[in-house]
């Protein structure tokens, strides 16, 4: 039970004791989570409270507020849904700078001296990056193909994700990020749309474009744009991971170069992951679909699986995940739920590190896994070591907009998965300690700054 699944019940109590705690005995015999009780008003008959409640899903809350109306004395006034509260009306807004109260301010910051602004900008477009937004804006652009967990759910059900991605560029790393929902899935018109509305930010923040097609669409608009092009799902997935996997190698006291890599789900993140890896030296990665391991005996590869096939599984090995995860130093899940167990552990290496990233739910209960890990990381919020993108993505454009970078690289994505790794100094490292929190305030202006100077030390930098 958490927050993302809490509810808040006004309640209309008889003034006489002891009836709020048999109404909190409701609700714990529904195996309701109380949290909050606030009085919102008390008169010599009545008191009204609002509770709050954590609950596991919806039919849970139903059940809560049906026991709780059942209890005499008690009367259910009204109860809510915290998180859809929370969304009423979108979760960002635009604000204005500067007051326009007198008529010299809107002479200034429209007609007619706005006029001269436009004039100096098309006499020098580079002006754009002091006199506009853009110095300061990125778009979170989706197709509503692949969206965390839920699929393909289209663009109008994939705006509070992208609204959600906009608040936290702005809470972590004061970046004004909107949520651009594409009502296509043509790879083709996706490509055409960004391209056009391109010259208004400086970022494009591709997100939750299904696989194989979101590798087409980067590659194709980091070709055709001269600003940052970063599709979050592959590569702020593989900076964290890669974050993580620096310091579980400092705890373990192994070497990239000598571990066998295991990867379950070789999709856009999992193929991201391996790139990351393979720069950072390990060369024994082996990919695992639903079909199994990887390899040349394999006739079912599409091309992307082809061409990840080239770079991994040097030793060509073959079988089920089951049978390639034998000897595995490391297991990188992100594919689904409860695809490895205990004997796959002991099976594995000595000292295994385990990052079973699905989610909700990981490829392995966390409970069951980590008597037998040296390490164990997951993509929750719930558990120790989470690998979450945040640590990534508003410190890596913070860092992109602030030297007006023309493009990523692949150092400046390494730059940004060293700096959130040496957040935490290395004495400070434990098992369940490998990864900083994502509410540490040294995380983005540490990417930032190491994203700022990877990008003057490849030359795409513009400031």
Known sequence: MTASNSITVRLHLDSRPGLLAKALQAVGDQDGDVGAIDIVRADAEHTVRDVTIETLDEAHAERVVAALS????????SWSDRTFLLHLGGKI????KTPVRTRDQLSMVYTPGVARVCR???ADPAAAWNLTIKRNTVAVVSDGSAVLGLGNIGPLAAMPVMEGKAQLFKEFAGVDAFPICLDTQDTEAVIAAVTALAPGFGGINLEDIAAPRCFEIERRLQEALDIPVFHDDQHGTAVVLAAAFLNA???TGKRAEDLKVVV??????GTACTEILLELGVSNIIGCDRGGALSRTRRDLNSAKQAYLERTNPHDEAGDLHSVLRGADVFIGLSGPNLIGADDLKAMARDPVVFAMSNPDPEIDPQVALPLVAIMATGRSDYPNQINNVLCFPGLFRGALDCRARRVTPNMKLAAARAIAEVIPE?????DYIIPSVFDPAVAPAVA???KQAARDDGVARH
């Open 70 to 77: 059942q209890v005499p004395g008690v009367e259910v006034a």
């Open 427 to 431: 004495q400070a490292l434990l098992p």
């Open 93 to 96: 807004e635009i604000n204005s």
């Open 449 to 451: 700054e190491a994203v």
């Open 264 to 269: 379950a789900g070789v999709g856009a993140a």
């Open 120 to 122: 100096a900008i098309a």
């Open 249 to 251: 190698l400092k705890l």
